[in-house]
Structures are given as C-alpha cells and as structure tokens.
C-alpha cells in the first residue's frame, strides 16, 4: 500500500536500514535530485524520501526536502517493501533518468 507521510514533528531522526540512494530526473524539471530508499524498522515500512538536502557523514544522516531526518542503520542493501514503494514513486512522477549513487554515501566505499 503507497500512502504519504505526515509532516515531520520532531527533529529525531527516522532510523531507514536496507538503504540506498538514487538520483533521477522526473516530471518536468531537468535537474536531478536525489532520494534515499529504504526499510523504517519501527513501523515496518518500506518509504522513498524527498529530494535530499543534506548528508552529515560523521552522523550518517540524510535530511530531506521535507525536514525530515533519517539515520542510515548498517550497510546499504536492499527490501522489497522499499523497492515496491520506489517503483511506484517512480511511475507516478514520471522518471526519465535514473542513476544508483549509493557508493558516494556508503562509509565502506570512502574509506
């Protein structure tokens, strides 16, 4: 089920695990953004953010278009709930171009 997310209401961050990153070019606009796919353990869920704004290496964490903040838990990977919710995304806003950028956020692979 593809559902949207209520406003954030705290600057906790969402802990995401299974987690990747994807920049696209959809609907109208020709710049690219980004987006972090992943699985929300607390509530079982997969979720594709907004466009990410920012990523604080030391803390792991991305902050996204919508002020929410996600804790990357563990390694990337993959998730069937968090790629069904990203192909809908996906289909849904038109995506031209997609690129997997996951490596440039990835604390193995910048080591």
Do not use: C
């Not at 606009?29 to 953010?49: A, C, D, N």
């Not at 993959?78 to 950028?101: G, L, P, Q, S, T």
């Amino acid at each position: 089920m593809i559902y949207g997310v209520a406003e954030p209401t705290n600057n906790f961050p969402v802990a995401i695990m299974a987690w990747s990153i994807k920049e696209v070019v959809w609907g109208e606009s020709e710049q690219p953004t980004r987006h972090l796919i992943g699985h929300i353990p607390q509530i079982s869920s997969g979720r594709t953010t907004s466009a990410i704004q920012s990523f604080d290496r030391e803390k792991m964490q991305i902050t996204t278009r919508s002020g929410r903040v996600y804790a990357l838990l563990g390694h990337p990977g993959e998730n069937d709930d968090a790629d069904y919710v990203w192909e809908r995304w996906k289909a849904f806003n038109h995506v031209r171009n997609e690129k997997d950028v996951t490596n440039e956020y990835d604390e193995r692979a910048n080591t």
